[in-house]
């Protein structure tokens, strides 16, 4: 397959090579740290590790609020103005209408959409954990509106309608075996991005703004991903995860502006740039896993057009 395997333009810099080992040595960090463990007698040094960790990921966060500094402060801070100025961002913000979906929906291979979505498995971070992170200690409106979210993405109770659970379905089915070497630096950094938000409360509002641009703009790139899967053959128990999402997340992202992020603007005007600052990292984050993802695979944006 055309691009597979090949290292992108950038990846032979030094920055690119900086920016691998940050995200390996991040996602070894958070997958320990939220596994469940026992105390041990190495408690102390293991702080003192994990002090040097979070510092390191402050520093990666606050270096990608630089770049979107500016753009983040256009954000109103009215309630009105700021949830259109959201709900733009499914037609403005990084990322969007990305050529590699419509060829996901129309042109992939069984290989190529197969290589895609070991990436996405790899890089998922657990939307239920970063939910429920995220809501602690938030007002009791936008609260409960996490609260409803969560619930869905737990299947409502179910074991077999539990969305995390649904995707590693999927990834058996496809005979899909995610590894951190096979897979690009850019989805471990949109995975270690949504854990820093989640695990650390100076970014909550931050989380908040980027898991509402999530359930805004999901539903456009799962619904392709579900016609390329359907095209190449696979029947609903393969691409449940995906067509539950095109149409799931329109709801969640109705009820998310109205009930989480309207309130918390109007209650203090000042959370509006840390919340449009998380939905344009998150963008910003994507948009990086998609022009890698087209580089691997081969395909040159003005065939794409």
Not at 87 to 101: M, R, T, V, Y
Not at 168 to 190: Q, S
Not at 253 to 269: D, G, I
Request: charged share 25%.
């Amino acid at each position: 397959m055309s691009g597979l395997g090949e290292v992108a333009g950038e990846a032979g810099t030094e920055d690119a090579r900086l920016s691998e080992r940050l995200h390996r040595t991040l996602l070894r960090f958070n997958r320990a740290r939220l596994a469940p463990g026992f105390p041990t007698e190495g408690w102390r040094a293991a702080v003192q590790e994990e002090t040097q960790l979070r510092l390191l990921e402050g520093e990666y966060v606050e270096a990608e609020r630089q770049r979107i500094a500016s753009w983040a402060a256009e954000a109103p801070e009215d309630a009105d103005g700021f949830i259109a100025w959201f709900e733009d961002l499914k037609e403005s913000g990084p990322g969007q209408h990305d050529p590699l979906f419509p060829w996901l929906a129309t042109k992939a291979s069984l290989e190529q959409m197969n290589w895609f979505l070991t990436q996405e498995v790899a890089g998922e971070a657990g939307f239920d954990d970063l939910v429920a992170l995220t809501q602690l200690q938030l007002p009791t409106q936008a609260k409960l509106e996490l609260a409803r979210n969560y619930w869905d993405e737990m299947g409502r109770g179910r074991e077999d309608a539990m969305h995390g659970p649904m995707l590693a379905e999927m990834a058996a089915k496809l005979g899909l075996t995610p590894t951190d070497e096979d897979t690009v630096w850019e989805a471990h950094a949109l995975a270690n991005l949504l854990c820093a938000f989640a695990f650390n409360r100076r970014y909550t509002f931050h989380a908040v703004g980027a898991l509402g641009i999530v359930e805004e703009t999901a539903p456009g790139r799962t619904a392709c991903v579900n016609e390329g899967l359907k095209r190449l053959g696979f029947d609903m128990r393969v691409r449940r995860y995906y067509a539950l999402h095109s149409t799931l997340d329109v709801k969640h992202s109705e009820t998310w502006n109205k009930e989480v992020l309207r309130p918390l603007v109007a209650a203090n005007p000042a959370c509006a740039r840390p919340l449009a600052e998380g939905a344009l990292l998150r963008l910003t984050a994507g948009a990086r896993c998609f022009e890698r993802y087209r580089h691997e695979l081969g395909l040159d944006l003005k065939s794409l057009s």
